[in-house]
């Protein structure tokens, strides 16, 4: 079992950036693959990024290729989501989750455990 906890979103300007963390508890944090997803109102999930249980491949969705960066600390348990030039249609909840013994980092339904979400607002 594994428990995550999401922090760090908030409101912020367009072309400003925000980096949210994600906490998890138990041993096996390193074991996980990890992905971010966020889920804007009336849409439906969608995945933004992942990184591979050691941190040395990283995923992104196109939308926010070249603008964000993740990263995980295995020693700290932690997985982050940096981004930048943030634009108001990036506003969402974001999600963490860890990923199952499969092998996408997109499908939703690969991921076992999953956090409550940061709202992350970008005003114009």
């Known amino acids: 079992q594994v428990q995550l906890v999401e922090s760090g979103g908030g409101l912020v300007q367009a072309g400003g950036s925000l980096r949210l963390s994600c906490a998890a508890s138990?041993?096996?944090?390193?074991?996980?693959?990890m992905g971010w997803f966020r889920q804007a109102p009336g849409k439906e999930r969608e995945f933004v990024g992942g990184?591979?249980?050691?941190?040395?491949?990283?995923y992104y969705a196109d939308s926010v290729k070249g603008r964000s960066t993740i990263s995980r600390d295995n020693a700290k348990n932690t997985v982050y989501l940096q981004m930048s030039s943030l634009k108001p249609e990036d506003t969402a909840v974001y999600s963490c989750a860890a990923r199952g013994p499969g092998y996408s980092y997109t499908d939703v339904d690969e991921y076992r455990y999953w956090g409550q979400g940061t709202q992350v607002t970008v005003s114009s």
């Open positions: 138990g041993r096996t944090f390193s074991s996980y693959a």
């Open positions: 990184i591979s249980r050691s941190g040395g491949s990283t």
